[in-house]
C-alpha cells in the first residue's frame, strides 16, 4: 500500500502551526481519496488557499488567466497564482500566513507548469521567512527514468525554468530538496523547507503499480499513462502548426493536421521499429 504525504500529515502535526494556507489542485487527495483541504481543516489553522494554473478544483482551462474567488467547497478564500500580472507569491499573499503546505500531483516532465509554482513557492517562502511543507507524491512515470537535454540559457521560461533533464525521475518532495539545498534557486536563498514523505512507494513504481486510483493532475493528463505520452508529443503543441490531441478524446497520444497522409506516414512511422510504440493512421475533423 502507498501512502502520499497527505495521508500522513496527522503524524506531523508540528509542522503545520499557525496560519496555515495549502497551495493545491485536484489531484491534491490522500491515497483513500480524502481533498488534502479536507485533512488540513480537521488538523490545524487553515486560512487560505492558493491556486496554481487551473484552479484549486481543476476547473480552469490550461493557460487560463483567472483572478481570486472563494472557493464553494471550503469556503476559504483563494489566492490565484496564475493572474496576468503574477504568477508569484505577492506580499500581500506571504502576509495572511504562516506556513504554506504544497500538495500537488505532477507528471515528471520538465515543462509541466506546477514545477515552476514550486520553485517560486521556495524563493518567495525563503524572502518572506515562511514554513514550507511539501507532502509528497510520486512521479507517475517513476523514479529511474532520466532522459533529455538540459535548458539551455537563452529557453529559460514560466515551462522550462531549472537545468534539469526533460524526464528528471524525482518526485516533488526531492525536487524542492534538491532546488533548495543545492541551492540552485534565485541568489541561491534557501526556505525553511520540510518534506513528509510517501510510505510504500519505490522508485521502479510507474503510477498504475501503486494500486490507487488516478486523479488527473490537470484536465488533460486524465489517465496515469497519459504522464507517458505527455513528453512525447507536448512539446510539439509550442508550434501550432499541428494537433496534439488536446482538446479530442486522447490527448497527447495522436498527431493530426489537414495536410498529413495518415496511412503514409503510420507505414513509415512503424518502418522505424521503435521498440514498445505502434502506429496507427486515424482521422477526425
Known amino acids: 500500500m502507498v501512502l502520499f504525504g497527505a495521508d500522513r500529515v496527522a503524524e506531523f502535526e508540528n509542522l503545520f502551526t499557525g496560519r496555515v494556507a495549502l497551495l493545491t489542485g485536484p489531484s491534491g487527495r490522500t491515497s483513500g481519496n480524502v481533498p488534502t ?9 487553515l486560512q487560505l488557499l492558493l491556486a496554481p494554473e487551473h484552479g484549486v478544483r481543476g476547473d480552469k482551462a490550461a493557460g487560463a488567466l483567472f483572478a481570486d474567488e472563494i472557493d464553494e467547497g471550503s469556503g476559504l478564500p483563494v489566492r490565484s497564482l496564475y493572474t496576468k500580472d503574477s504568477k508569484r507569491l505577492s506580499r500581500e499573499t506571504l502576509a495572511l500566513f504562516d506556513t504554506l503546505v504544497y500538495d500537488i500531483a505532477d507528471v515528471g516532465c520538465r515543462y509541466y507548469t506546477f514545477l515552476t509554482t514550486l520553485r517560486y513557492c521556495i524563493e518567495d517562502c525563503a524572502a518572506a521567512g515562511k514554513r514550507l511543507v511539501v507532502l509528497d507524491r510520486p512521479n507517475p512515470v517513476g523514479g529511474l527514468k532520466i532522459e533529455g537535454n538540459l535548458v539551455e540559457d537563452d529557453c529559460i521560461s514560466f515551462v522550462s525554468q531549472f537545468k534539469i533533464p526533460y524526464l528528471y525521475a524525482l518526485t516533488c518532495g526531492e525536487l524542492a530538496l534538491m532546488l533548495n539545498g543545492e541551492k540552485m534557486l534565485k541568489d541561491g536563498e534557501q526556505c525553511n523547507l520540510h518534506i513528509v514523505k510517501m510510505k510504500g512507494w519505490k522508485r521502479k513504481m510507474d503510477y498504475t503499480q501503486t494500486g490507487l486510483q488516478w486523479v488527473p493532475s490537470s484536465p488533460h493528463i486524465p489517465h496515469p499513462h497519459s504522464a507517458f505520452f505527455y513528453p512525447v508529443s507536448g512539446i510539439l503543441g509550442e508550434l501550432g502548426y499541428m494537433s496534439i490531441g488536446v482538446g479530442y478524446t486522447i490527448p497527447f ?29 486515424m482521422y477526425l475533423k
Open 253 to 281: 497520444q495522436m498527431f493530426a493536421a489537414p495536410w498529413m497522409e495518415a496511412e503514409k506516414l503510420a507505414g513509415n512511422l512503424n518502418r522505424l521499429n521503435v521498440p514498445g510504440v505502434i502506429f496507427r493512421p
Open 37 to 45: 483541504i479536507d485533512v488540513l481543516k480537521q488538523c490545524c489553522n
